[in-house]
């Protein structure tokens, strides 16, 4: 039993690719032991960046009494920003991790356990061109790039809003060591597990692209209405905590200003529902790719089971209203269509056949988690039980 046990594992994990094992950031935490030899480690990683983002700055503002208030206008507690980043949004990023990973290691064996994929070989070395391109290290110059380049232009730096707690009011621009910290260690930190996520978005565009350009036996009548790919609306799942961190961050801000700058929330309208779009458009797009496999198998199923469906009508009508014999009964007769009623059920369930795998539960996933800190945003102002009775409203 433990042998077949194993075997299957072993042969699960061939069918599956991760989108963060041994890329070049993975490899180089498990260098200087963040990452165990086995495992991901996420629950001490995430602990660990959110250690070193924060415990710095919590001491300094502790020791120059600048948590509350501190002879500061606005102190570290008022900067929610500043507390989400290091404490929320860091952690749920690294977290994010296992998520995924564990996600893609359950759904993408089901291409060859449901005979989607009939090339088993060729599935395979998808996968494997997929971990190649993971592996690589141009994607890691890029954002450590993009990260060295935020900190050192960000307007922040010159403008020291996000570090007012920090400021010196006789020298403007200047801050104090638990400012500079959050400038050159908190937020690049926060920044490069963000950018990460990106380009680990980008990957599962890749794969899921050249997933699709496969030859896949869809299933028209199958009743997930996707062909056999309805496991896939389970992917954007695995990111819900990727945008609840990146929610709680810009939801951090807009608290700020709600409470502390007078910032009315009808402002908010339109930098919500963008972000909200914007949130959908990236953690969606690798489901998209499969809509054109789904619409030519739908438009073909739909010309092949409507002659199925006309023969069918045609030999009944010919034997049951015409009275003629009919030679060659194994269509009228045959269990898996059985009567006319049947063979009409079957056209329905291709017409009803979707051409995206992206439904109601889908979009919850997305979101759900993108819309619970911007709630919190909007309870500043608006009671909470008018939020729930109008989000209930909504759905029904």
């Known amino acids: 039993m433990t042998t077949n046990s194993s075997t299957a594992e072993v042969d699960t994990r061939a069918l599956s690719v991760s989108l963060i094992r041994d890329d070049l950031f993975f490899r180089a935490q498990r260098a200087i032991g963040l990452v165990p030899r086995t495992g991901l480690g996420v629950g001490r990683r995430a602990i660990f960046y959110a250690l070193v983002a924060w415990l710095p700055i919590a001491l300094w503002v502790a020791l120059a009494g600048r948590a509350i208030t501190g002879g500061v206008d606005e102190p570290l507690l008022q900067h929610f920003?500043?507390?989400v980043r290091c404490l929320i949004?860091?952690?749920l990023l690294v977290l994010a991790e296992g998520m995924a990973h564990t996600t893609l290691q359950r759904l993408l064996p089901q291409f060859v356990r449901a005979g989607l994929v009939e090339d088993r070989a060729a599935f395979v070395e998808t996968l494997?061109?997929?971990?190649?391109?993971?592996?690589?290290?141009?994607?890691?110059?890029?954002?450590?790039?993009?990260?060295?380049a935020w900190t050192v232009l960000a307007p922040d730096t010159h403008q020291g809003h996000d570090v007012l707690w920090a400021g010196d009011a006789a020298r403007p621009g200047s801050f104090g060591f638990g400012g500079w910290w959050y400038l050159y260690v908190a937020r690049p930190i926060y920044?490069?597990?963000?950018?990460?996520?990106?380009?680990?978005?980008?990957?599962?565009?890749?794969?899921?692209?050249?997933?699709?350009?496969l030859p896949l036996a869809l299933v028209p009548t199958h009743p997930?209405?996707?062909?056999?790919?309805?496991?896939?609306?389970?992917?954007?799942?695995?990111?819900?905590?990727?945008?609840?961190?990146?929610?709680?961050?810009?939801?951090?801000?807009w608290a700020h200003d709600v409470l502390y700058h007078g910032l009315n929330l009808t402002s908010l309208k339109v930098p919500v529902v963008g972000f909200l779009v914007l949130v959908?458009?990236?953690?969606?797009?690798?489901?998209?790719?499969?809509?054109?496999?789904?619409?030519?198998?739908?438009?073909?199923a739909l010309l092949q089971y409507g002659a199925l469906v006309a023969d069918h009508g045609r030999t009944v009508h010919r034997r049951w209203i015409e009275k003629q014999p009919v030679e060659d009964d194994a269509l009228i007769c045959a269990p898996e269509i059985g009567p006319v009623a049947d063979a009409q059920v079957i056209y329905e369930a291709v017409k009803?056949?979707?051409?995206l795998p992206i439904g109601k539960s889908t979009l919850l996933a997305v979101l759900v988690p993108a819309l619970i800190p911007i709630l919190v945003v909007v309870s500043l102002q608006v009671p909470i039980g008018q939020i729930l009775l109008k989000i209930l409203k909504t759905l029904t």
Not at 128 to 143: C, D, E, G
Not at 352 to 355: A, D, E, I, K
């Open 81 to 83: 920003g500043v507390n």
């Open 128 to 148: 494997s061109s997929v971990a190649r391109l993971r592996n690589r290290t141009l994607p890691w110059v890029v954002i450590a790039t993009g990260v060295l």
């Open 352 to 355: 009803q056949m979707r051409t």
């Open 224 to 253: 997930d209405r996707l062909g056999g790919l309805g496991f896939l609306e389970s992917v954007p799942a695995g990111f819900a905590l990727v945008i609840l961190a990146l929610s709680a961050v810009f939801s951090a801000g």
């Open 191 to 213: 920044l490069t597990l963000a950018l990460a996520w990106l380009w680990r978005v980008v990957l599962a565009f890749v794969l899921f692209r050249r997933l699709a350009a």
């Open 280 to 300: 959908a458009v990236i953690f969606l797009a690798p489901l998209v790719v499969f809509g054109g496999p789904l619409r030519r198998a739908k438009r073909a």
């Open 89 to 91: 949004a860091i952690p």
